[in-house]
């Protein structure tokens, strides 16, 4: 076999590897905590109040920017459950779609590729956002759009994940 050939098996072998991972640490083991209350509870009670025209930071000691309640609004015409579901599809679009990002931002190569696999397939936080329905996810497709892109949309994303969260505004300071 070349070497060439042999760098591209082991590229293959390391992503199926990762992908496999990836399904079971933060797809399929977090399935069953779908239906426990989460953070999303908290985001929909405040959507809720938000709907009634009332503040978000009534009697449920919502600790969130309102935005988060904004942006809920959308899941509460929907059963928990189905809101639950809705959301934790959406949290892996938006990690898919930064892992992706991440990936095009190094290149495109089979290294980068490698990297943003392993990384990925290996970074336990996620599960746990996932389980717990967090913003999580969210906020790590805001932060890559933050640091690799270089035009409005770059800024757009510092500030709306601001907005949502203080943490990635904080990050964001540096590119100022």
Not at 67 to 88: D, H, K
Not at 141 to 152: A, F, P, S
């Amino acid at each position: 076999m070349s070497k060439p050939a042999a760098r591209m098996s082991l590229t293959i072998a390391l992503c199926v590897v990762s992908c496999t991972w990836y399904c079971w640490s933060d797809v399929v083991k977090p399935v069953p905590d779908l239906p426990k209350p989460s953070d999303l509870t908290w985001h929909l009670k405040a959507a809720e109040a938000i709907l009634k025209g009332e503040t978000p930071y009534g009697e449920i000691n919502y600790d969130y920017p309102p935005l988060a309640g904004f942006l809920a609004i959308p899941l509460t015409p929907l059963s928990y459950i189905a809101a639950r579901w809705v959301w934790f599809v959406l949290s892996q679009i938006c990690l898919l779609a930064a892992a992706y990002s991440v990936w095009r931002f190094l290149g495109g190569g089979a290294a980068a590729l490698c990297c943003v696999s392993l990384v990925w397939a290996s970074g336990g936080a996620a599960r746990e956002n996932f389980g717990l329905g967090q913003l999580g996810p969210c906020l790590v497709l805001l932060l890559v759009i933050t640091y690799t892109r270089r035009d409005v949309l770059g800024g757009f994303a510092t500030g709306f994940g601001f907005g949502l969260k203080f943490i990635p505004g904080v990050l964001g300071l540096p590119l100022l």
